[in-house]
């Protein structure tokens, strides 16, 4: 792999890292103040029926899970939180569907659950590749860029 093909290839992960980590986390977070939206709205009368808690205790549950996938995603587990992300997307997506409305949203959830599911798939193969660099696997162990040299 050339050197400017690589760095493309990072440059895109870390794109989809930030953007996987962050959007998950400020929509959990805004599950407790309702700033971007009234996300009670969103939950489906089907679901609505079911639930043994508030609508609003039950988004403020789901904002929690979406900050710990937000978080994992930004930190040493980004695999599984996009893996994890990427679910939940289709989850939410089947929720709207039931709602008869939110159409859009749901087909925008879909397309986000494929790149979480694309960030997940790419930090495995970032993770093989450079594993197998000795450089890089030097630089792990001894901690020092200086013992290849």
Request: hydrophobic content about 50%.
């Amino acid at each position: 792999m050339t050197r400017v093909s690589e760095s493309k290839l990072h440059s895109t992960w870390w794109a989809l890292r930030f953007t996987f980590g962050l959007v998950p986390f400020l929509a959990g977070l805004d599950k407790f103040f309702n700033i971007l939206t009234d996300w009670t709205q969103y939950l489906s009368p089907i679901v609505q029926r079911v639930l043994p808690v508030s609508s609003m205790s039950f988004m403020q549950g789901a904002g929690v899970i979406e900050i710990i996938v937000g978080i994992s995603i930004l930190t040493r587990w980004t695999r599984a939180g996009s893996y994890v992300a990427s679910v939940w997307l289709v989850a939410i997506a089947a929720n709207l569907i039931t709602t008869g409305r939110y159409f859009d949203v749901a087909v925008r959830d879909l397309v986000m659950a494929v790149g979480a599911y694309t960030l997940a798939s790419l930090t495995e193969v970032l993770s093989k590749a450079t594993s197998r660099d000795p450089v890089v696997r030097a630089v792990k162990q001894t901690g020092s860029v200086h013992a290849q040299a």
